[in-house]
């Protein structure tokens, strides 16, 4: 299977909406993202040092202690591409249309610029991925995806509907706003 370079014009607009979501959801430092299904809303706070990445690879790095980028981000690691990944290299289990990341960003108690011993200054260490969203356009479930996801203990990952996104983006741009919520299908 080749990395796939085409994609549906659904797909590019259901992403350009998500991006545009999660971006406005920040505030005191942190994404408040509201995430609503057919009978619930839950709100997920995550510290603003993390970052939305497209496209995710979960490569496995330990297989016996069942480590993946998951827990240990790929631009720490320096593994390539995702093209590369794909065609070249026979590591990659599955990839995440996006995830909010956090390269071991430090936040400090003091000012950068004096001297602290230890980890007197650090108040939050953040590393390896928070949670992840896969876009749906159909209502394919690939079995193949969960099994291995579970696997190695990759959540939360939740489904959005594409269809339903871009149609709920619609009803709010209607009345020149923007969804406070994300409509999630389930948990992979």
Not at 132 to 138: I, M, P, R
């Amino acid at each position: 299977m080749k990395f796939q370079t085409v994609k549906r014009e659904e797909t590019k607009q259901a992403e350009k909406i998500l991006r545009e979501i999660v971006q406005n959801s920040v505030s005191n430092g942190f994404y408040n993202i509201a995430l609503r299904d057919a009978k619930h809303t839950i709100t997920i706070k995550i510290p603003d040092c993390f970052e939305l990445v497209e496209e995710y690879p979960i490569v496995v790095l330990d297989k016996n202690k069942k480590w993946t980028t998951w827990d240990f981000p790929k631009d720490v690691l320096k593994i390539p591409d995702n093209e590369k990944l794909y065609n070249e290299y026979h590591s990659l289990k599955r990839s995440i249309d996006f995830v909010l990341v956090a390269n071991g960003v430090i936040k400090w108690k003091r000012d950068r610029k004096i001297w602290v011993n230890d980890r007197e200054g650090v108040s939050n260490f953040h590393f390896g991925c928070a949670i992840g969203f896969e876009l749906v356009l159909t209502c394919d479930v690939d079995e193949a995806k969960n099994k291995d996801l579970n696997e190695y203990g990759i959540s939360p990952i939740y489904k959005i509907n594409t269809l339903e996104l871009i149609k709920l983006y619609n009803q709010y741009q209607q009345q020149n706003a923007l969804p406070q919520y994300i409509p999630v299908m389930d948990k992979l």
